[in-house]
C-alpha cells in the first residue's frame, strides 16, 4: 500500500496507524519505532551484509520490545525481511 500526503490524516487515530503500520497505539509510537531505526542508519545501510543483518536483527527486537504489535504487523516484517536480504 502506497501512502501520500493526501493520505495522511491531520490527527490520525489508533486504527488508522493499526492498518498502515501495525502500531495501533499511539502517533508517539509510531515516532519512537522511526527514532530507532534513524538512530541505527549506520548500521542498517552498512555494505557489509553480515553487519547489517545484524543491525535489523538487533532493531526488530528493539522495536518489538517498544510495541508488541510490531511483531505481528505486516508492515513491519515486509520491512525487516527486505533489508535483512
Do not use: N, Q
Not at 553480515?50 to 535489523?56: F, H, K, P, Q, T
Amino acid at each position: 500500500m502506497t501512502t501520500t500526503a493526501e493520505d495522511i490524516p491531520l490527527a490520525p487515530d489508533a486504527a488508522w496507524l493499526e492498518e498502515r503500520f501495525g502500531v495501533g497505539s499511539s502517533l508517539p509510537d509510531l515516532a519512537a519505532l522511526l527514532g530507532l531505526i534513524a538512530e541505527r542508519s549506520a548500521e542498517l545501510g552498512a555494505d557489509d551484509r553480515e553487519v547489517a543483518r545484524a543491525a535489523v536483527a538487533a532493531l526488530r527486537e528493539l522495536m518489538c520490545g517498544h510495541d508488541a504489535a510490531v511483531k505481528e504487523s505486516p508492515f513491519w516484517r515486509k520491512a525487516f525481511w527486505f533489508r535483512a536480504e
